[in-house]
């Protein structure tokens, strides 16, 4: 079973900078799909950032030029470099993914367990 597993997060004041990690342990598997996402208390999960299969990267409008999102391949592993951080940006961060399986099977939806992000004014 493919997890995934963040790091990253934490406080920070505005205009500094935070990179988020997502790593899928194990092999066997390819990533084929991936985004980060974010949710504030009383608010839903919007997407941030992803690289949708076969499809260009996408950027929330409040988080473009601020945030980049990237993959290593050889790791199993992508990114959330986030810089300029505002207040706003306060919300714990999930990643998700999609991957192939032996058997060509595509195993979608995949979460991780979510990390938080602060920025203080």
């Known amino acids: 079973q493919v997890q995934l597993v963040e790091s990253g997060g934490g406080l920070v004041q505005a205009g500094g900078s935070l990179r988020l990690s997502c790593v899928a342990p194990?092999?066997?598997?390819?990533?084929?799909?991936m985004g980060w996402y974010r949710q504030s208390p009383g608010k839903q999960r919007d997407l941030v950032a992803d690289?949708?299969?076969?499809?260009?990267?996408y950027y929330a409008d409040s988080v473009k030029g601020r945030f980049t999102i990237s993959r290593d391949n050889a790791k199993n592993t992508f990114y959330l470099q986030m810089n300029s951080l505002k207040p706003e940006d306060t919300a714990v961060y999930y990643c998700?993914?999609?991957?192939?399986?032996?058997?060509?099977?595509?195993?979608?939806?995949?979460w991780g367990q979510g990390t938080q992000v602060t920025v203080s004014s």
């Open positions: 998700r993914a999609g991957v192939v399986v032996p058997g060509d099977e595509v195993v979608d939806d995949i």
């Open positions: 690289i949708p299969r076969g499809a260009s990267i």
């Open positions: 194990g092999s066997g598997f390819s990533i084929i799909a």
